[in-house]
């Protein structure tokens, strides 16, 4: 019981800081750059429960966020952009050779990416690349915010936080 409680909690803290995300302009400039608040959440349930419990908590702040602040465009760049990194973090935190901020630094590499990836497939064009070394550099920086952030409360946040059902 305790468990879902408190992958509840995280579902909701990973909502709210998506929707606070929303009134910070990063760089108004350069579409797609944000702070991605929500993936430290994703992060910190990824080494604190597990994959399975982290990809629920991803899918449902991705679905929920898209329904509530969003709409149908937003819901497709979130889940392509979310599902990879999702899947490179795994795989990076099950190699073993990457600590909490690297795993979260791929996946704010990656999710830009994808996402670019995506909007040149929609725009039919190579020529948006060019945003390319702005996307690199702002998945690393708030990948290393979110990382040190879901590093710190995985060292602070008592154990018994994630007490089994």
């Not at 908590?57 to 991705?62: G, S, T």
């Amino acid at each position: 019981m305790r468990k879902t409680a408190v992958l509840g909690m995280l579902t909701c803290a990973a909502l709210m800081l998506s929707w606070a995300e929303s009134f910070l302009p990063i760089a108004p400039t350069i579409p797609g750059i944000r702070l991605g608040l929500a993936n430290m959440m994703v992060v910190f349930c990824l080494y604190r429960f597990g994959w399975r419990e982290a990809a629920m908590i991803n899918a449902a702040r991705i679905l929920l966020s898209a329904f509530l602040f969003g709409n149908f465009s937003v819901l497709l760049y979130s889940t392509m952009g979310a599902v990879c990194a999702f899947f490179v973090m795994l795989l990076m935190k099950q190699s073993g050779l990457f600590s909490t901020v690297g795993v979260s630094i791929g996946g704010g590499v990656i999710h830009n990416m994808a996402q670019l990836l995506l909007a040149m497939v929609i725009v039919q064009t190579v020529q948006i690349s060019f945003y390319l070394p702005w996307l690199l550099a702002s998945g690393c920086l708030t990948g290393l915010f979110n990382g040190v952030a879901a590093n710190a409360a995985d060292r602070l946040l008592p154990k018994r936080f994630t007490m089994k059902e």
